[in-house]
């Protein structure tokens, strides 16, 4: 969800002696002229960990301008692990081969950062403008801005009559990006005025995605939609009072909703907490952790979710070990086993087929058989046969193994609040657990129950029923074509996802916008606060490598900010 690029560096190959800055070869933590600058923090960071460099002299001399030149090898050492779309090189009449960066600003011209002057000229001595510098830091990021580019500029900036006409639409790509630092007045864009080191170190740590290192108040982005804003480094929604943040050294660690750390940053991957437990990764060793940071459980291999208190853990194969939360061995079984529900495991049989069911203390509850079966819920599970040659149906049987409902859908779910959504003549309906058709098939999509409400679809567009079958919410959500996600979510404590068109937002059970449906996607909803994306796209690519017109698409959301808004926010 952010961009993590595997390396920064400010240098030149060739001619370093032609630059007007030089690398010094000691290394650098802290930079004597920057321990009162505003982004001090943030050059800090690049300097130690990202190959930002300062002169010999040990200075960093944030306010010395950048050229065209230093600006292209920036691009191209920033963005090395990117892929762009690619355009053939050009010679520029004042660049011959022979200068120090000769090699980076043919790159950045076949990237398509710069594109040179129309006499053919690149101007590589010249100092860069910060409208500019602007320009092209966004042209390789993914931000899409409002489409009244002139009216969202305004509320941002306080100048914007002095933005050249031809980068106003990437100026406000880049606000929405959060690139855009102005110290010390944050409306002050001052186009024209030369990029300097400092100021431009600070738009690369919000490119890099470096986070806690840059002071909020000089970001322009106007009114800032998030409450918990995308520099707190947050890459999950909340979950039990905890959200997975990336510190400015790359690491995960948890934070709670006021953005203060109470995990710190130290791992390399971290699940959100899920029945009190969360899974964290350093190097290959895995361990199983409280909301405090206590270990409970560790291994030098992989540890899957938590479920009904128990965890699987891969042994030689094809054994499994079950584990409980106090980190205690349960027992083992010589074949994969699926996670918990409703207090038993599905078992599959890998060698030689079959699925059966054991209990949590490992013994076999459903012996093996060859049909294929999923996990039980609310005490029935589905059971898949083919009734007919070429005709596989659906049924549910019950924890003793028999078919209690029998195998005649085209497709079903899950069983939630004692009803399943089940498919017949091409249509959706739902089902008691006898089996008793209580809605019947209408829907072209459904999705199971919660909390009383069902989201499905109707002739084209979706909505909510209750569990009698009536509308309760009705509102024309949709989703761009092809794309991966509902148009609505199942509500969770009173509040739902929906979507309308290619903007989210979110839905109480009254049907009221808790949160307004002007965010490009929303990943999810808890303690008051929605992670929510702004400034990215939906866009549909390829999937496959047919011919047109069968080969297949999907719609996929890209770019954007992430971070937190509050439920409160109107």
């Not at 959060?178 to 740590?205: D, K």
């Not at 934070?255 to 350093?282: H, K, L």
């Not at 009904?308 to 054994?319: A, K, T």
Request: net charge negative.
């Amino acid at each position: 969800m952010v961009c993590s690029l595997s390396s920064f560096l400010l240098r030149a190959s060739g001619a370093i002696a032609a630059l007007s800055y030089l690398l010094s070869t000691l290394p650098v933590s802290a930079f004597p002229d920057t321990q009162n600058y505003w982004a001090s923090d943030c050059i800090e960071r690049l300097s130690s960990g990202r190959g930002w460099v300062g002169y010999p002299d040990g200075t960093f001399r944030p306010d010395a301008s950048i050229t065209r030149a230093e600006f292209a090898t920036m691009m191209i050492n920033a963005f090395r692990t990117h892929s762009f779309s690619e355009r053939e090189a050009i010679t520029f009449k004042d660049v011959p081969s022979s200068h120090w960066a000769y090699q980076t600003i043919k790159r950045s011209y076949e990237l398509q950062f710069f594109s040179g002057y129309p006499d053919r000229t690149f101007r590589p001595n010249q100092p860069i403008t910060r409208t500019e510098a602007f320009v092209v830091l966004q042209s390789a990021s993914d931000f899409t801005a409002p489409e009244d580019t002139e009216a969202f500029l305004n509320q941002v900036f306080d100048d914007v009559d002095a933005i050249p006409n031809y980068a106003k639409e990437a100026i406000a790509n880049a606000a929405i990006g959060r690139l855009i630092l102005n110290y010390p007045q944050v409306r002050q864009l001052r186009p024209t005025e030369p990029a300097t080191r400092g100021e431009m170190a600070a738009s690369f740590c919000q490119v890099l995605a470096i986070s806690r290192t840059l002071p909020q108040a000089y970001i322009a982005v106007g009114e800032d939609p998030f409450d918990l804003p995308p520099e707190l480094g947050g890459i999950s929604e909340f979950s039990e009072g905890l959200a997975v943040f990336r510190g400015p050294n790359f690491k995960m660690g948890y934070m709670n909703p006021q953005g203060e750390i109470v995990i710190p940053a130290q791992y390399d991957y971290a699940s959100i907490f899920e029945d009190g437990i969360a899974r964290v990764r350093t190097g290959s060793l895995w361990q199983a952790i409280t909301p405090e940071g206590q270990v409970i459980l560790e291994q030098n291999g992989y540890i899957g979710e938590f479920s009904e208190g128990l965890v699987r853990l891969g042994r030689s194969y094809p054994y499994t070990a079950i584990y409980d939360r106090e980190g205690e061995f349960l027992f083992e079984i010589d074949h994969f086993i699926e996670a918990f529900s409703d207090g038993l495991a599905l078992v599959k049989l890998q060698e030689r087929g079959g699925y059966g069911f054991v209990d949590r203390t490992g013994a076999y509850v459903i012996d093996p058989q060859p049909d294929e079966v999923s996990s039980f819920s609310e005490g029935r599970a589905w059971i898949l046969q083919e009734t007919e040659p070429g005709k596989p149906r659906y049924g549910f049987i019950d924890k003793t193994g028999k078919i209690v409902i029998e195998p005649v859908y085209e497709e079903v779910k899950a069983f939630s609040e004692g009803l399943a959504a089940v498919k017949v003549g091409g249509l959706w309906g739902y089902i008691d657990r006898s089996g008793t058709m209580v809605i019947e098939p209408q829907f072209q999509q459904a999705q199971p129950f919660s909390e009383g409400l069902a989201g499905v679809q109707g002739d084209s567009t979706w909505g909510y029923i209750n569990s009698q079958g009536t509308w309760m919410i009705e509102g024309g959500f949709h989703v761009p074509e092809f794309a991966q996600v509902h148009p609505i979510e199942p509500f969770e404590n009173g509040l739902a996802i929906a979507r309308i068109g290619d903007r989210a937002g979110v839905k109480d059970r009254q049907a009221n916008w808790v949160l307004p449906v002007e965010f490009v996607d929303i990943a999810g909803v808890s303690d008051g606060l929605a992670f929510v994306n702004v400034g990215g796209r939906w866009t549909t690519e390829v999937t496959g490598t047919n011919i047109p017109p069968d080969y297949p698409r999907r719609s996929v959301m890209t770019g954007g900010r992430w971070g937190y808004s509050s439920l409160r926010y109107k």
